[in-house]
């Protein structure tokens, strides 16, 4: 519980309400403790010990999320397309701040997808000077060339209306058209753009792992708070 911030706006904050529904929630002892005790407002607690109709609240401010992004969602809070959003409780939408995504993936892209309520964690995460190495796996249209490595590696990749080349990628070939590549940089539609660069095409791109957190056996459309361990990984 952030120090002086009363139970009734904390929750709201959490998404589950107005401040007004949340002193109703507590009139109504819809808000316990663990041990079965009603809470109410201008009560000291502790966000593990809140129960909220029976049930674990949800993460507190400043977490972390790992979700395994299906294909045919999109990272943002609006749009005709299916929303990152619709798998998680809808009341997320309404959390002060909003939990929003740390770096895209694209409506056709699926795997680990991180969300955050903290913009510095955002900001640590994502910051282009860190170069957090983000791994994808992708599957291609034609058969590789053999020269793909070469040209991702050299450093001197430009990709079409950018002005600055590619810093250099790591490619493991998995299979004639199935490889493991590993960016160090977040450009827009980065990993197809690469491939479109030599002719190539992605039919499918998946990310499992960035920095040293991986999307392990998460299974599409699920998701779950990161550890502290966890987010130290990525922060450090
Ligand atoms: N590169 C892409 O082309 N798409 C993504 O979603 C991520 C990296």
Redesign the pocket.
Known sequence: MPAQMKLAKYIANLGYGSRRDVMRMLQTRRLKRRDGTALSEGDVFQHDDLLIDGEPADPPPSSVLMMHKPVGYVCSTKGANHLIYELLPSRFLSRSPVMAPVG???LA?SGLLLLTDDGKINHRITSPRRHLPKV?EAHLAEDLTGREAEVFEGGTMMLESDVTPLRPAKLEVIGPRHVRVTLTEGRY?????MFAALSNHVTA?H?TTIGDLELGDLPPGVWRQLTPAEVKLLTD
């Open positions: 895209r993936l694209d892209s994808y539609h980065q990993v197809r753009r791109l990310r």
